[in-house]
């Protein structure tokens, strides 16, 4: 079964400091990889999504990452953080084509500071 | 587009209690799935579906059961709540591959369970 690691579960940063999320995937299988943002009391929104091809991502918000599958890993970046980013972060990884059976990690929050 | 509607927002129940929680998809996707987060564990999978009548088990099943009568709605029925099954529920949707809707889960806005 897949399984999906994100070792920070908090990350303090201040603002418009950069900010890398760390999210590392087990599988020997081609995958499909995801970020998704969950601001306090609502539901998960997309951030990026990995399918293939280039193995960096563009996504919302000025988030990227970057799919490394010798790492097996694909960590979250952002090259200046506001406030506004404050939330937790959930990487996933999908066991199929259809997406009907996301893997998700166990969050990362993010604590953006003046 | 509304997407993907879950309700009730917000439930208190007392243990042995039945309900369903609800979810609704205006996008015709094939697929849909219910998944509870608790704090440090992510989300974890309960139930999902790959069509109408065609339901499976995901990681943490029991005490759960889902059915898929029609293409935009899987309800979620607790048969007799337990404190442990105090969480929230997201339910999750997306497009069968090769379909041409956009390769992703779209996710309602949950529903805060908790269980007295």
């Known amino acids: ?10 990350v303090p940063v201040f603002e418009e400091a950069p900010v890398e999320l760390r999210c590392n995937y087990s599988s020997s299988v081609s995958v499909y990889l995801f970020w998704y943002v969950q601001y306090p009391n609502q539901g998960l929104q997309l951030l990026l999504k990995y399918l293939s091809g280039s ?18 890993s694909f960590h979250l970046r952002k090259p200046s953080v506001h406030i506004s980013d404050t939330a937790e972060y959930f990487c996933a990884v999908s066991e199929g084509t259809g997406f009907q059976k996301l893997v998700f990690g166990t969050g990362t929050r993010l604590l953006v500071s003046p | 587009n509304a997407g993907v509607t879950q309700t009730p927002k917000f439930q208190v129940l007392k ?5 369903t929680l609800q979810c609704a ?62 969480s929230v529920y997201f339910c999750a949707s997306s497009g069968a591959p090769g ?15 908790t269980v007295v």
């Open chain 2, 99 to 113: 379909t041409g809707v956009r390769a992703e889960a779209f996710f309602g806005q949950g529903t805060r369970l």
């Open chain 1, 1 to 10: 079964a897949q399984s999906v690691t994100q070792l920070d579960s908090q």
């Open chain 2, 25 to 86: 998809q205006d996008m015709n996707h094939e697929y849909m799935s219910w998944y509870r987060q608790d704090p440090g564990m992510g989300l974890r999978l309960i139930h999902y579906s790959v069509g109408a009548g065609i339901t499976d088990q995901g990681e943490v099943p029991n005490g759960y059961n889902v059915s898929r009568s029609t293409t935009e709605d899987f309800p979620l029925r607790l048969l007799s709540a337990a404190p442990s099954q105090t």
């Open chain 2, 15 to 19: 243990t042995g209690q039945s309900m």
């Open chain 1, 55 to 72: 193995t960096l991502v563009k996504g919302i918000n000025g988030f990227e990452a970057e799919f490394n599958k010798s790492q097996t």
